[in-house]
Structure formats: C-alpha cells, structure tokens
C-alpha cells in the first residue's frame, strides 16, 4: 500500500462504490465477497450434492451473468 492516508478509517464500514450484482457476490459483514465459481454446471452441482442443508434451503446451480461461469446460490424460481 503506497500512498496510505490518515483518516482512511472513516470509509472502512463503507460498501464498495459499485452496485454489486447479487448473483455472483454475497454479503459478508460490511463487504461484498465474490461467490465460489465453478467452470462447470456439473462441478457446481457436485459440490451441492455433498450439501443437503443447502438443498433444503432451496439453493441451486445456476449459471452467472457476470463471470459466466456456475454458482451455487438460492435461485428464485
Ligand atoms: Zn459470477
């Protein structure tokens, strides 16, 4: 970090200053973090298999706008 300022501190609970797209961040905290990609729809829904819980809270694979690659996430039926 070069150029450190003092009084940064102030924008740290800032969110990032850009709309994020639900579909491939998540909401952590005061941030948004990128989601988990997968390079394939069966990459994706193989890791969704080993997770019941998320089945059960109706998460699914779906294919991403912006990365264009597979998320496992709640999808809105
Ligand atoms: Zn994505």
């Known amino acids: 970090m070069m ?12 969110v990032p200053p850009f709309t994020p797209d639900p579909e491939h ?27 019941a819980e998320l089945k059960a809270m ?4 779906y294919q991403c706008k912006t990365c264009q690659k597979w998320h496992v996430g709640r999808v809105k039926s």
């Open 3 to 14: 150029s450190k300022r003092k009084g940064d501190h102030r924008y740290h609970n800032k």
């Open 25 to 51: 961040y998540t909401r952590k905290q005061h941030t948004w973090k990128a989601k988990v990609a997968y390079e394939t729809e069966d990459a994706a829904g193989e890791f969704l298999n080993q997770r």
């Open 58 to 61: 109706g998460y699914g694979v």
